[in-house]
């Protein structure tokens, strides 16, 4: 089982929402949390990152159409996208590091796919 469990993916049309979801059993806690992406043919890519302090920055593509935000409670990030475009196609993978350690932790992805 992976260490960070992902959900929310599927299919939708060009335009439309969807939300993911990534929560942990774990009972360390993350300095840092984030979203990735693998298209098709391509490299894993950082979509947005948010902080224990709650800063958050985006690739430039979803900037005004993605939302991150994290519950530090329950170990919990979650992405908020709207306004999708087939280009927003690819795996979607949660990624955190420890507070307390350079110990790195993923998801197995779960899968967006956007119809034009």
């Known amino acids: 089982q992976a260490d960070l469990v992902e959900s929310g993916g599927g299919l939708v049309q060009a335009g439309g929402s969807l939300r993911l979801s990534c929560k942990t059993e774990?009972?360390?806690?993350?300095?840092?949390m984030a979203w990735y992406r693998r298209a098709p043919g391509s490299q894993r890519d950082l979509v947005a990152r948010?902080?224990?302090?709650?800063?958050?920055n985006y690739a430039d593509s979803v900037k005004g159409r993605f939302t991150i935000s994290r519950d530090s409670a329950e170990n919990s990030v979650y992405l908020q996208m709207n306004n999708l475009e087939p280009g927003d196609t690819a795996i979607y993978f949660c990624?955190?590091?420890?507070?307390?350690?350079?110990?790195?932790?993923w998801g197995q992805g779960t899968q967006v796919t956007v119809s034009s």
């Open positions: 990624y955190a590091k420890s507070r307390w350690s350079e110990t790195h932790y």
């Open positions: 948010i902080t224990i302090d709650s800063l958050t």
């Open positions: 774990k009972i360390t806690r993350f300095s840092v």
